[in-house]
């Protein structure tokens, strides 16, 4: 478990993580397991966001080595940094391909897009390790140490091995129930499918990990030979120069260049700020609102000030006026389906501010809807009943935007005859009548993935008919997606057809109510009966 320095959240992440992996050791509940589905979720998201930083970070070494002419060492530089950054996309697309195929042969999702395998315990070890499994764990361990020995080798700093077997590893080479075992088999063996995703999560987190400490280094390369202290100027680093009214403008004040002898005084509009050791001054003020343009932007500015005496006993004072913008706050919207609703749906929206920060507290309402708040900071259902929905927010008390949405009707769910479970080829027919018909109603591919809760569909009544020669033989109605047509089946011959009228199809929506559904589809579905 070694490698870069970890932040609070990784150290507790990975806490956690070995935490839970002891559990497997006993007889866990199905609660414990879902932890594992949390943990994952958690451990993605971290790499998902330590993806996007260094992403930035590649965006910063280029746009600096064009700055300073594009010198041949430090294009080097760069050149490997994007080597770096596509190598590590590469395994993390690899491993997110290993957990898609962990779901995929324990059972995949249902219908509420829960893992159907979540407690199946057999495996993912089956697929991962060599003892009477496909080995997946051998290449796995070699992709993520060979990372590891390209990043040594190119940064020449030790960057440890990320896949141990037990013997290797700090943490469990003096446990004796560990004692042996390989990478696979201590990582794999007995996990749930949560369990196992969470492992190569885990690893991605690490990859990340690497690719950032080698990044910071290669960063700091650019421009090493420089040795260019002529020009002393005061600077300004703010964590963002637009900031939203309500909110704190946050900066650091420094000089580009500096000494030990040198203990400056800081002033922002003639207020002294406090200086720590390294020489910079932390600015932290309210931003107040003013006269926006048509960017919604007000442009603001204070008065910044660094005094010290030189070793030689000279004083010296720079100033300057530092601008700012000022900005309406800016609502981000995260949901499976943002640019358009359903109607009579629970669409659920995640709607964050992040310019007001803590002081971000929302209220919802909706015009040609209902809102309903969530369990979180930011959560909204919104329950569209027209063609459009405009949602409107507030914190505080105090307007923050408006978000229009086109509303779509729910798409008709498909309906398909089964026969003890088996999809009936209506080109084909069957060779003898069913005793018993299943009606499904499936709804479709991209309503059953955006709103699942909605997407719950029966065939409520139906009236199956035996047809000869035109005309009706038998006629049996049926309630529930089930009819068992027994009767029909004593009576059918070959050359019959078995007609099926579907009458009613119902939906249960996200708050488990049930009501029809008149845009289903077909109506009328015939079945020959082909003979022996």
């Known amino acids: 478990m070694s490698g870069g320095k970890q932040s609070a959240r990784d150290k507790m992440i990975g806490m956690m993580y070995l935490v839970l992996t002891a559990l497997l050791a006993l007889n866990v509940s199905s609660t414990v397991i879902d932890k594992f589905v949390f943990l994952n979720a958690s451990l993605e998201h971290g790499v998902g966001e330590a993806g996007k930083r260094n992403s930035q970070t590649i965006q910063s070494i280029e746009k600096l080595v064009s700055e300073t002419g594009n010198r041949e060492a430090d294009v080097k530089v760069m050149e490997l940094a994007q080597e770096i950054r596509n190598e590590a996309a590469a395994i993390i697309n690899e491993l997110d391909t ?44 070699a992709r993520l140490n060979h990372f590891a020995a390209f990043m040594t080798e190119q940064l020449e700093e030790e960057f440890e091995p990320i896949a141990l077997d037990a013997n290797d590893d700090p943490y469990w080479q003096n446990d004796p129930n560990q004692a042996g075992k390989d990478f696979a088999t201590l990582n ?98 309210p931003a107040t609102p003013g006269n926006y343009d048509a960017q919604g932007e007000a442009k603001k500015s204070f008065i910044g000030s660094i005094s010290f005496t030189m070793p030689g006993g000279k004083d010296t004072l720079f100033v300057d006026t530092i ?27 995640n709607v964050q501010v992040p310019a007001l920060g ?71 027919g069957v060779s003898q009548a069913p005793r018993t018909l299943q009606l499904r109603a499936n709804a479709d591919e991209s309503f059953q993935q955006f709103l699942p809760k909605d997407a719950r569909f029966q065939v409520a009544q139906s009236e199956i008919t035996l047809v000869r020669g035109g005309r009706a033989v038998q006629t049996i109605r049926g309630n529930g997606p089930d009819v068992d047509i027994a009767g029909i089946a004593g009576q059918a011959r070959s050359g019959d057809n078995i007609v099926v009228e579907i009458r009613k199809v119902q939906r249960a929506n996200f708050r488990n109510q049930i009501e029809d559904v008149n845009n289903y589809g077909p109506k009328i579905i015939t079945i020959p009966i082909s003979g022996g």
């Open 188 to 285: 794999f063996e007995g996990a749930p499918t949560p369990a196992g995703m969470a492992t190569v999560s885990e690893f991605e987190s690490r990859v990340m990990q690497y690719e950032t400490r080698a990044l910071d280094i290669l960063a700091k390369k650019i421009g090493a030979g420089d040795i260019s202290f002529d020009q002393i100027k005061l600077m300004v680093k703010p964590q963002s120069n637009k900031v939203a009214a309500g909110t704190r403008y946050e900066a650091e004040l420094f000089l580009t260049a500096s000494a030990s002898g040198i203990k400056p005084t800081m002033t922002v509009n003639g207020e002294d700020i406090t200086v720590d050791p390294s020489g910079m001054g932390l600015v932290n003020f």
């Open 323 to 349: 601008d700012y913008y000022v900005v309406r706050p800016v609502m981000q919207i995260q949901s499976a389906s943002v640019t358009a609703l359903y109607l009579n749906c629970g669409n659920e929206l």
């Open 98 to 141: 290993l957990k898609i195929y962990f779901v995929k042969v324990t059972g995949g999702k249902d219908e509420n897009g829960e893992l159907v395998g979540k407690t199946d315990y057999e495996r993912v070890g089956h697929e991962m390790m060599a003892e009477g499994g496909n080995n997946y764990g051998v290449p796995l361990k």
């Open 358 to 428: 803590t002081n971000y507290n929302p209220a919802f309402s909706a015009e040609g809807g209902a809102t309903i708040p969530g369990s979180k900071k930011g959560e909204v259902t919104v329950v569209p009943s027209a063609a459009e929905v405009t949602l409107r927010v507030s914190s505080n008390g105090s307007p923050v935007g408006n978000q229009v949405f086109k509303v779509r009707r729910i798409p008709k769910p498909e309906i398909v005859p089964y026969d003890r479970g088996r999809l009936i080829d209506l080109k084909k």
